[in-house]
């Protein structure tokens, strides 16, 4: 039937946030040429404002307005809020009209204002319950520098869906890299779990048994022990040389032990250094140094990235001076390399025992 277009308006679920004029173009140059086609979507007003609102055709409606059509073809459907918007999703989905957030916006409200089931809005709409899904989590799962990334086109939405796996507070900074270095969506998949192994923990086992280390090791939920001591050796405490050490950790569930002596300082240095000959700064400028000698230490980085959340243990107390230590260890300087060289985000010091974290 034909209908005024000047009693059409649009309705209040119409969500797209601007006409597309390029679009709008193209379906005028076509009206100009050949007519009108299929006849747009319109419901009768339920608040009275107009005699109709558009369900489906906001395009094709605005070109009919643009050429000054005093009428357009229309069907007319009798329908409820819920029916509306699911129709709208459904015809305008097929036409390619909206985009992936206007679809998860009305897809949104059908899920939330009228507590609709993925599937039950996959029946109305046309789109499987996993589609639904998807669309739901663009707008309600993502932090909102993120969303409006997605919403005007920076942000291809199927990655969106992958960010949205992490905390929102998390979500701008993976981003970042992943614009940064242009992952595709299933490097950024894999991506994902190294940047969500975020936190780099420390431990000393002066003044600690086995069975201690080990419960702190599993309070943090820490999956590898990484031993970075230069050598395996341990006169203080012989229950922590390496060969015991590897021994013990195959009776221990969930956590694994690895020895990494090209981290560690041996007797040469570490002597002066605590008998004051050599200064702190001396000490740390020699350890950045060693460390970063035949690009072990991006190799070292990655398999921590690799490995699950670790830790990295020597002999000290603390890993800076404090109590009756008056000294820095060397897995301080190399937590703080790995942080700032961009590994992990985090870092946890456990203390000696019944003290906190530092």
Not at 106 to 113: P, S
Not at 315 to 322: G, H
Request: with cysteine.
């Amino acid at each position: 039937m034909k209908v005024n277009v000047e009693k059409i308006d649009h309705p209040p679920f119409q969500i797209r946030e601007e006409i597309d004029e390029e679009h709008v173009e193209e379906i005028r140059e076509s009206f100009e040429q050949d007519g009108q086609w299929n006849p747009i979507i319109v419901r009768p007003s339920p608040d009275g404002n107009s005699e109709y609102e558009v369900v489906s055709g906001s395009h094709r409606l605005e070109a009919a307005r643009q050429l000054e059509w005093s009428e357009i073809d229309a069907t007319v459907k009798d329908l409820g809020e819920k029916d509306a918007r699911g129709l709208a999703v459904k015809t305008n989905r097929m036409q390619k009209e909206m985009k992936d957030e206007e679809i998860g916006e009305l897809c949104k409200e059908l899920y939330t204002e009228y507590d609709l089931s993925e599937e039950e809005i996959g029946n109305i709409t046309g789109m499987s319950p996993r589609t639904v899904q998807d669309k739901i989590t663009l707008v309600m799962d993502l932090a909102d520098p993120v969303y409006e990334r997605v919403k005007s086109g920076d942000l291809a939405a199927r990655k969106g869906l992958v960010v949205a796996q992490l905390p929102e507070e998390d979500q701008p900074d993976f981003v970042q890299r992943l614009e940064e270095n242009d992952w595709s969506r299933d490097e950024a998949r894999n991506q994902l779990e190294r940047f969500e192994n975020d936190t780099i923990v420390t431990v000393g086992y002066s003044g600690k048994d086995f069975d201690q280390l080990i419960e702190e090791l599993q309070e943090e939920d820490v999956d590898i022990l990484v031993d970075v001591r230069a050598s395996g050796e341990s006169m203080y405490k012989p229950e922590f040389n390496t060969d015991v050490l590897e021994s013990q950790f195959k009776n221990v569930d969930d956590i694994e032990y690895v020895h990494k002596p090209d981290f560690g300082v041996p007797q040469m240095i570490v002597e002066p250094y605590k008998e004051g000959a050599i200064g702190d700064t001396c000490f740390e400028d020699w350890y950045l140094w060693h460390i970063h000698q035949d690009d072990k230490f991006e190799e070292f980085a990655d398999s921590l990235k690799e490995s699950g959340k670790p830790a990295l243990m020597c002999i000290e107390k603390y890993p800076t001076p404090q109590g009756d230590q008056d000294h820095f260890c060397h897995r301080h300087h190399l937590a703080e390399e790995l942080m700032k060289a961009d590994f992990f985000r985090y870092r946890e010091d456990i203390s000696p025992v019944n003290q906190q974290l530092i």
